[in-house]
C-alpha cells in the first residue's frame, strides 16, 4: 500500500496550488513563475532558483472571466482569465509559455492586459514535429525563453545549475513512472484521483520535496500484487489535456466498477512521459525532450504525420491490459475534437470499445453520466470471453 | 433612430457585379482541373496562391471553398458528412465544412462505404472538389489550421504529401515592438520568409521541374497593383456619405484573396476605386441615408451576407470598415518587392489581422475607428473562429474608454448559420442606435 502520508501531503497540494505557492513564496522569499500548459519546461525556472508552477483550472465558477472570455472557450482558459481577474494569480512574478493552441494564446493575451505588473514571457514553439527545422527551432524558442526569463531575473541560468534540474526532475519522472508500472502489474491500488494528486502536485510543488515524498511512497510498495475485491473492468482514461479532470468525475468512474489501469491524460502519464536526455547541452537536451514526448505519448495540438496517436493508445492498453477506454474531452478543446474522428475509426476497427464523455468546467450531470459508464462497464464485463464479433463503440453524446 | 419598417435596398457598388463571374470562372477550372491533368494544392488561410499559380498548380483555399458553399447555402451535405465522422459542431465551420468535402470525396470514391451510393447528387458540390495532390499548411495565428491541414492529410490515409509552413504569432513584448518593427518583426520575417524558400523546393519536387519565378513576379506585380487600388478606394470611404461598405469589400475579398492573379484582378479593382471615386464626387452613398457608420469586427458571416448588408442600410447605418476586410489581404503591398517578392510575401502572410497581440492589434483598430469616423462597433461573436473572438471584449472595452463609441455584440458564425440569432441582432443594434442618437442628442 502507499505511503498515505505522504499521499495526503501531495493531495492536500493538489487541490490548493495557489495557497501552496503563497506559503512557499512566504517561506522562502523565492520567485514564483508560473507556465501554462503543456510544453514549456519548468527544469528552466527551477534552475533560476525560482518555483515552477504550472497554472490550474479552479475549481470556482467563472465569474469576472465571463466579461474576457466568451462561454465557448475550454474550462481552462476561462478559468485561467478568470483567476487573473480576481487577482489568484497576483502570487506569480511571471509567467512563461510557448504553445500555439488559439484559445490558449486568447487567455495568454488577456492575461497580459489583466495583469500588467506580471511579466508574461511568450515565444511561440514550433508544433509542426517533422520539418528538418524542427529541432533548430524548438532549440532556438527554449534559448530565447531563457533569455527572457534571465533578462526578468537579471542573473543568468548557469548550464551547471539546468544540468542538475534536469537530472532531479528526470528522478521524479521517472518516480512516479514506477508507480505507474506498479498500478499495472497491482502492486499499487491507487485510484484515478490518487493518481492525479501526485501529477497535479508534482506541477506545483517544490521539486526536491515531491520527489522526496515520492520515494517514500515508491519504498512502501509491496513486491507482489495486492489481492483486489471482485474483478473490476480495467480502463484507460485518454484525453484531457490542459486541465485535470474533476476528481469527482474520475471516483464516479471507479465507483462504477472500473479500475484505471493507465492513462494518457496531461495530469497524468502524458507529463512523465518522456525524460530529458542527460549528459548532452541542457538546452540541445530540452529540445530533444520537446519532440521525444510527441513521439512518446502523441499529442493533438501538434501535427506530425509519423506518429498516431490512435495507434498508441492501442498499443498502451495491450500492454496495460485495458478493456476499454474512457474518453475524457474538455468542450470546446479544438485539438481534441480534430484528432477525435481518428482515434474512433481506429477503435472500431480494432473492435475495443471506448466510451467519449465531454467535460466541463461549470456542470457535469454525473448521475446522468453514471448510468453511461454503467452501461459501457457492464458491455465490458460481457465482453470477457466473448468472441469480438460486433460494433463495440458506445458513442456518447455532450454531457 | 429610424425603426426599419420599408424595406430599402443597400446601394451595392455596381462594379463588384463582375466578382461573381470570376468566383464563377475560378470553380469552374478547379472544377476541371483533374480532367485536364493538372496538379490539385489544398491550403488554409495565408494566400499562398500566386506560389502556386505561377508553378501551373490548381490552388484549392479551404475556407473560400467552404465560405463559396455557405453563400450559396449549399454547405449542408459536407457539414452532414463531417458530422457523421464525428467532427463536432464547435469546431471551426470553415474546417468542418472542408473536411466534410473530403469526406464526401473519399466516400464517393469508396464503392464499398455501404452507407452512401457512390455518386454524388447532382446538387452537392461539396463532392465536386478535386481531391489534393499535395497539401501545404501555411496559417498565421490559428492552430485550427495546420490541426486541419493535419487532419485533411489523415483523412486522404497519410498518401498526399503534405508541408507546413510555421507562421509564429508576434507577440510583441520587446521595447522595440511595433506594427511592422522591431526584433521580433525582422526576426520572425525572416524565419517565414526562409520556410517559403523551402515550400518552393516542395513545389519543385511535386512539379518536377524548376520554379518559374518570373512568372511568380510577373503575378505579384498584379497582386501589389491590385491591393494599392483596393486600398485606394478603401481610403476613399471616409467621405460622408460612405461610398462603399463593409459588404461591398467582403464581395471583393475574393479578387484579392484567391482568385487568379492576372489583368484581371488589376481591372476588377481599378474599376471598384473608379466607381468609387465617382460616387465621392457626386455625393452618392451606400446607404442611402447614411446616419451612422459603424465598424464591424469579426469574421464574415458567408450564409448572411446580402441580408446582413440589407439589414444594416435599412438603420441607415454604414458599415464603413471592419477588421476582416480592412486589416487582411495584401494589407501591405508596399513590403512586396515584385523583383525580390518572398520576404513581402511572408510579410504579407504575417499581418493576418489576428497574428498581433492586443497591444498591436488594438492600437490598428482603433486607429481605423478614428479615420472613418466611426460611431460605434458591432461585434461578431463569431462561435466557432476562436481566433477573430480572442480580442473582442478588450477591443470593446478600449472603444468605450479611449474613443467613447458604443459597441454591441451579436452571435453567429462564418459558416454554420445555425449559430446566427436574428432576434439578438435586432435588439441589440437598435439598443446601439439608439445609445447613438441619445449621445447625439446630449452632445447638441
Same mark, same amino acid.
Given at each position: 500500500m502507499a505511503d498515505s502520508n505522504a499521499l495526503d501531503q501531495l493531495r492536500a497540494v493538489s487541490s490548493d496550488p495557489m495557497g501552496y505557492a503563497r506559503a512557499w513564496k512566504e517561506r522562502t522569499g523565492g520567485l514564483v513563475v508560473g507556465s501554462f500548459p503543456m510544453n514549456f519546461p519548468s527544469e528552466m525556472v527551477h534552475a533560476a532558483g525560482a518555483l515552477p508552477l504550472i497554472v490550474q483550472e479552479s475549481d470556482e465558477p467563472i465569474t469576472v472571466g465571463h466579461g474576457v472570455l466568451f462561454p465557448f472557450y475550454c474550462g481552462f482558459t476561462r478559468?485561467?482569465?478568470?483567476?487573473?481577474?480576481?487577482g489568484d494569480l497576483d502570487v506569480l512574478d511571471a509567467i512563461m509559455f510557448g504553445d500555439h493552441c488559439v484559445q490558449l494564446l486568447g487567455a495568454?493575451?488577456?492575461?497580459?492586459?489583466?495583469?500588467?505588473?506580471?511579466?508574461?514571457?511568450?515565444?511561440?514553439?514550433?508544433?509542426?514535429?517533422?520539418?528538418?527545422?524542427?529541432?533548430?527551432?524548438?532549440?532556438?524558442?527554449?534559448?530565447?525563453?531563457?533569455?527572457?526569463?534571465?533578462?526578468?531575473?537579471?542573473?543568468?541560468?548557469?548550464?551547471?545549475?539546468?544540468h542538475a534540474s534536469i537530472a532531479l526532475f528526470n528522478r521524479n519522472r521517472q518516480l512516479i513512472r514506477t508507480l505507474y508500472a506498479a498500478r499495472v502489474d497491482g502492486r499499487a491500488r491507487l485510484t484515478g484521483s490518487d493518481m492525479q494528486a501526485i501529477v497535479k502536485s508534482s506541477m506545483v510543488m517544490d521539486k526536491q520535496d515531491h520527489t522526496a515524498l515520492l520515494e517514500q511512497?515508491?519504498?512502501?510498495?509491496?513486491?507482489?500484487?495486492?489481492?483486489?475485491?471482485?474483478?473490476?473492468?480495467?480502463?484507460?482514461?485518454?484525453?484531457?489535456f490542459c486541465q485535470a479532470p474533476k476528481p469527482e468525475l474520475l471516483a464516479m468512474i471507479e465507483d462504477c466498477g472500473a479500475t484505471v489501469v493507465g492513462d494518457d491524460?496531461?495530469?497524468?502519464?502524458?507529463?512523465?512521459?518522456?525524460?530529458?536526455?542527460?549528459?548532452?547541452?541542457?538546452?540541445?537536451?530540452?529540445?530533444?525532450?520537446?519532440?521525444?514526448?510527441?513521439?512518446?505519448?502523441?499529442?493533438?495540438?501538434?501535427?506530425?504525420?509519423?506518429?498516431?496517436?490512435?495507434?498508441?493508445?492501442?498499443?498502451?492498453?495491450?500492454?496495460?491490459?485495458?478493456?476499454?477506454?474512457?474518453?475524457?474531452?474538455?468542450?470546446?478543446?479544438?485539438?481534441?475534437?480534430?484528432?477525435?474522428?481518428?482515434?474512433?475509426?481506429?477503435?472500431?476497427?480494432?473492435?475495443?470499445?471506448?466510451?467519449?464523455?465531454?467535460?466541463?468546467?461549470?456542470?457535469?450531470?454525473?448521475?446522468?453520466?453514471?448510468?453511461?459508464?454503467?452501461?459501457?462497464?457492464?458491455?465490458l464485463r460481457r465482453r470477457r470471453g466473448a468472441p469480438r464479433t460486433q460494433k463495440s463503440t458506445v458513442e456518447g453524446e455532450a454531457a | 433612430m429610424n425603426a426599419p419598417?420599408?424595406?430599402?435596398?443597400?446601394?451595392?457598388?455596381?462594379?463588384?457585379?463582375?466578382?461573381?463571374?470570376?468566383?464563377?470562372?475560378?470553380?469552374?477550372?478547379?472544377?476541371?482541373?483533374?480532367?485536364?491533368?493538372?496538379?490539385?494544392?489544398?491550403?488554409?488561410?495565408?494566400?499562398?496562391?500566386?506560389?502556386?499559380?505561377?508553378?501551373?498548380?490548381?490552388?484549392?483555399?479551404?475556407?473560400?471553398?467552404?465560405?463559396?458553399?455557405?453563400?450559396?447555402?449549399?454547405e449542408g451535405p459536407a457539414q452532414a458528412a463531417a458530422e457523421e465522422r464525428g467532427y463536432m459542431r464547435e469546431l471551426c465551420s470553415y474546417a468542418r465544412t472542408h473536411l466534410g468535402c473530403a469526406v464526401n470525396n473519399q466516400r464517393h470514391r469508396n464503392e464499398s462505404d455501404s452507407a452512401f451510393s457512390g455518386v454524388p447528387d447532382d446538387e452537392d458540390i461539396s463532392a465536386k472538389l478535386p481531391p489534393p495532390d499535395m497539401i501545404i499548411s501555411a496559417y498565421a495565428y490559428c492552430s485550427t489550421g495546420q490541426q486541419w491541414d493535419e487532419m485533411t492529410s489523415r483523412l486522404f490515409g497519410k498518401k498526399i504529401p503534405i508541408f507546413n509552413v510555421s507562421i509564429p504569432w508576434i507577440w510583441a513584448s520587446g521595447k522595440d515592438a511595433g506594427y511592422l518593427r522591431g526584433q521580433e518583426w525582422q526576426e520572425t520575417s525572416k524565419y #517565414?520568409?526562409?520556410?517559403?524558400? !523551402?515550400? +518552393?523546393?516542395?513545389? /519543385?519536387?511535386?512539379?518536377? =521541374?524548376?520554379?518559374?519565378?518570373?512568372?511568380?513576379?510577373?503575378?505579384?506585380?498584379?497582386?501589389?497593383?491590385?491591393?494599392?487600388?483596393?486600398?485606394?478606394?478603401?481610403?476613399?470611404?471616409?467621405?460622408?456619405?460612405?461610398?462603399a461598405t463593409l459588404f461591398?469589400?467582403?464581395?471583393?475579398?475574393?479578387?484579392?484573396?484567391?482568385?487568379?492573379?492576372?489583368?484581371?484582378?488589376?481591372?476588377?479593382?481599378?474599376? #471598384?476605386?473608379?466607381?468609387?471615386? !465617382?460616387? +465621392?464626387?457626386?455625393? /452618392?452613398?451606400?446607404?442611402? =441615408?447614411?446616419?451612422?457608420?459603424?465598424?464591424?469586427?469579426?469574421?464574415?458571416?458567408?450564409?448572411?451576407?446580402?441580408?446582413?448588408?440589407?439589414?444594416?442600410?435599412?438603420?441607415?447605418?454604414?458599415?464603413v470598415a471592419g477588421r476582416y476586410t480592412h486589416m487582411a489581404?495584401?494589407?501591405?503591398?508596399?513590403?512586396?518587392?515584385?523583383?525580390?517578392?518572398?520576404?513581402?510575401?511572408?510579410?504579407?502572410?504575417?499581418?493576418?489581422?489576428?497574428?498581433?497581440?492586443?497591444?498591436?492589434?488594438?492600437?490598428?483598430?482603433?486607429?481605423?475607428?478614428?479615420?472613418?469616423?466611426?460611431?460605434?462597433?458591432?461585434?461578431?461573436?463569431?462561435?466557432t473562429c476562436r481566433a477573430f473572438t480572442n480580442p473582442m471584449h478588450m477591443i470593446a472595452e478600449t472603444a468605450q474608454k479611449r474613443l467613447g463609441i458604443q459597441t454591441t455584440m451579436f452571435e453567429g458564425d462564418v459558416a454554420d448559420e445555425s449559430f446566427y440569432k436574428d432576434e439578438l441582432l435586432n435588439t441589440r443594434v437598435e439598443a446601439m442606435l439608439e445609445a447613438i442618437d441619445a449621445r447625439r442628442m446630449v452632445m447638441v
Open positions: 478559468s485561467t482569465v478568470d483567476q487573473a481577474g480576481r495568454a493575451d488577456a492575461v497580459r492586459v489583466q495583469l500588467p505588473n506580471t511579466r508574461v514571457i511568450f515565444f511561440q514553439l514550433i508544433s509542426s514535429m517533422c520539418d528538418p527545422w524542427t529541432f533548430g527551432r524548438a532549440r532556438e524558442s527554449f534559448q530565447k525563453l531563457r533569455s527572457e526569463l534571465e533578462d526578468f531575473l537579471e542573473r543568468p541560468v548557469e548550464d551547471a545549475a539546468l511512497i515508491v519504498a512502501a510498495l509491496p513486491s507482489a500484487p495486492v489481492p483486489i475485491e471482485g474483478k473490476p473492468v480495467r480502463v484507460h482514461l485518454s484525453g484531457h491524460l496531461y495530469h497524468g502519464y502524458r507529463y512523465i512521459s518522456t525524460d530529458v536526455p542527460e549528459g548532452i547541452d541542457p538546452m540541445d537536451g530540452l529540445a530533444r525532450w520537446y519532440m521525444d514526448r510527441n513521439t512518446g505519448v502523441p499529442c493533438p495540438t501538434r501535427v506530425q504525420n509519423d506518429v498516431d496517436w490512435d495507434a498508441f493508445l492501442l498499443s498502451a492498453m495491450r500492454d496495460e491490459a485495458a478493456e476499454g477506454m474512457i474518453v475524457l474531452m474538455a468542450k470546446f478543446c479544438e485539438p481534441h475534437m480534430y484528432y477525435y474522428p481518428e482515434v474512433k475509426e481506429a477503435f472500431e476497427r480494432a473492435e475495443v470499445p471506448h466510451l467519449l464523455i465531454e467535460t466541463e468546467h461549470e456542470t457535469m450531470a454525473l448521475e446522468h453520466l453514471r448510468t453511461r459508464v454503467e452501461s459501457f462497464v457492464e458491455i | 419598417s420599408a424595406p430599402k435596398a443597400a446601394n451595392k457598388l455596381k462594379s463588384t457585379r463582375m466578382a461573381g463571374k470570376l468566383v464563377n470562372d475560378y470553380w469552374e477550372m478547379v472544377w476541371r482541373a483533374k480532367e485536364e491533368g493538372k496538379l490539385v494544392c489544398w491550403y488554409e488561410g495565408s494566400s499562398i496562391n500566386p506560389f502556386l499559380e505561377a508553378a501551373d498548380i490548381v490552388w484549392v483555399h479551404g475556407e473560400a471553398y467552404s465560405a463559396m458553399l455557405a453563400a450559396r447555402h449549399q #517565414v520568409a526562409k520556410q517559403l524558400e !523551402e515550400m +518552393v523546393k516542395f513545389i /519543385e519536387e511535386r512539379t518536377g =521541374k524548376p520554379y518559374p519565378w518570373d512568372r511568380l513576379r510577373e503575378l505579384m506585380r498584379n497582386v501589389k497593383r491590385a491591393s494599392e487600388l483596393r486600398l485606394e478606394a478603401m481610403d476613399m470611404c471616409t467621405a460622408r456619405p460612405a461610398p461591398d469589400w467582403s464581395v471583393s475579398i475574393a479578387p484579392i484573396n484567391q482568385l487568379p492573379c492576372t489583368t484581371d484582378i488589376v481591372d476588377y479593382f481599378t474599376n #471598384v476605386r473608379d466607381e468609387v471615386a !465617382e460616387r +465621392v464626387r457626386t455625393g /452618392e452613398g451606400a446607404v442611402p =441615408k447614411e446616419k451612422y457608420r459603424l465598424f464591424f469586427d469579426g469574421i464574415m458571416n458567408w450564409n448572411k451576407l446580402g441580408w446582413l448588408a440589407e439589414k444594416f442600410a435599412r438603420y441607415d447605418a454604414a458599415v489581404f495584401w494589407q501591405e503591398p508596399d513590403l512586396i518587392d515584385p523583383n525580390d517578392p518572398v520576404m513581402g510575401m511572408g510579410q504579407n502572410y504575417l499581418i493576418c489581422p489576428n497574428n498581433h497581440s492586443s497591444p498591436i492589434l488594438i492600437d490598428l483598430i482603433m486607429g481605423l475607428c478614428e479615420k472613418y469616423e466611426v460611431d460605434g462597433i458591432v461585434f461578431h461573436a463569431t462561435r
